[in-house]
């Protein structure tokens, strides 16, 4: 079945140590999504790329960064994580802008 | 800053009971979106409706939108325990904006 893949689904790391988050999709979507989700909060908003067309919001930290380097693949790096960073971490994509967006099971971060 | 909130945050109905959920946004938008969220997973979009549109119906599931007053619901009838999860409006505020904003959420409860 055509799906958003999150990998891994759990992800440990020590605080200020570097840590890749990875999506893939079988979807062929042209838009990739990265959200941020706390406890009992609203997902928010990252980064999203339509193509390869990267969308940065005004109030992420420096310290989160994205690539993508294929049409199926999309990665979130935390350079230097802070314990405030410990949260789910959901990718989403969608066929075009606007329109229902598919999302992954998630990543949860722990950082020690 | 959020465009939606949502009304009530927490809900708790019996099996069989109908559920609604209102949210409200900011802004004028091209289309609002519901999503639900199963605790520690990802989203799934449940339905759409358009700026133009005033009510959509999905198996369960009926939304109406009231552009004059900026706010949506969603109603679930004849409640199920598996419809317990976390559910959320998001809008996009403009035709072809590429993203949307989340809404608070609103945490049902169906009590078997």
């Known amino acids: 079945d055509a799906m958003v893949i999150q990998n891994p689904r759990y992800q440990v790391t020590q605080f200020g140590k570097p840590v890749t988050l990875s999506c893939s999709q079988t979807?062929?979507?042209?838009?990739m999504y990265w959200y941020q989700q706390k406890s009992s909060q609203a997902p928010k908003l990252l980064f999203h790329y339509y193509d390869k067309d990267f969308n940065n919001e005004a109030d992420t930290p420096d310290n989160f960064q994205s690539r993508r380097p294929n049409t199926s693949f999309c990665f979130l790096d935390i350079r230097s994580p802070g314990l405030g960073d410990a949260a789910m971490y959901l990718c989403?994509?969608?066929?075009?802008?606007?329109?229902?967006?598919?999302f992954g099971p998630g990543t949860r971060l722990t950082v020690t | 800053s959020q465009q939606g909130e949502e009304d009530p945050q927490a809900l708790s109905i019996q099996e069989g009971e109908n559920a609604t959920m209102n949210c409200s946004y900011k802004t004028s938008i091209n289309n609002l979106q519901w999503y639900r969220q199963n605790s520690g997973r990802g989203l799934v979009h449940l339905i759409l409706i358009r700026s133009n549109e005033r009510e959509k119906h999905s198996g369960r599931l009926r939304v109406t939108l009231d552009t004059s007053k900026k706010s949506s619901s969603l109603l679930i009838t004849a409640s199920r325990a598996a419809d317990t999860a976390s559910y959320f409006c998001a809008t996009e505020r403009d035709f072809g904006n590429e993203k949307l904003t989340f809404g608070t959420g609103t945490r049902l409860t169906i009590i078997p």
């Open positions: 989403a994509t969608a066929r075009l802008a606007g329109e229902e967006q598919y």
């Open positions: 979807l062929n979507h042209n838009v």
